[in-house]
């Protein structure tokens, strides 16, 4: 059986892939429904990797210590913050569809759109994602994380 990353691996993998996000969405200034889409599977992969991450110290980490359960509240932040974040793209994505609607659909030129814009979500979004580094830092600076308690010996 292959073994798989230690938790410090992981909490490094989400770091990385939720800073590559981050800076996606600060430099594409979009209301583009495919890369919302795509960039809601980013968070909702995020979020899945953290509940993992989460459920497997849950059931190896003997929870007797307030560093263990400071481990398992951090990383359960993490995960928060990932499925709120592709909350506010998931919004973005629909008022972006709306307002296009709305724009299709006008008589006129002018167009009432409503508010908060598609943008504003994003911005929201990054917010969010910008929680996960921070997460990251104070559980390797309280050095929370165990050695390896998830590695499979190979039989």
Known sequence: MPDRPAPAQTLDRITT???????????SITDDAHALAAWITETQDLADTALYLFRALAHHTPHTTSADLLLLERVAHIA???QDAGAELAAALARAVENRRRRADAV????VLIGPSPQQFIESATD??????ALHHAIHHDRLVPPSPLT???H
């Not at 892939?17 to 430099?27: E, F, G, V």
């Not at 969010?128 to 580094?133: A, S, T």
Request: glycine residues 0%; charged residues 30%; aromatic residues 0%.
């Open 152 to 154: 499979n010996k190979p």
């Open 80 to 82: 928060k913050a990932a």
């Open 108 to 111: 006129s030129q002018r167009v």
């Open 17 to 27: 892939d939720a800073l590559a996000l981050h800076r996606a969405l600060r430099t």
């Open 128 to 133: 969010l994602l910008d929680r996960i580094p």
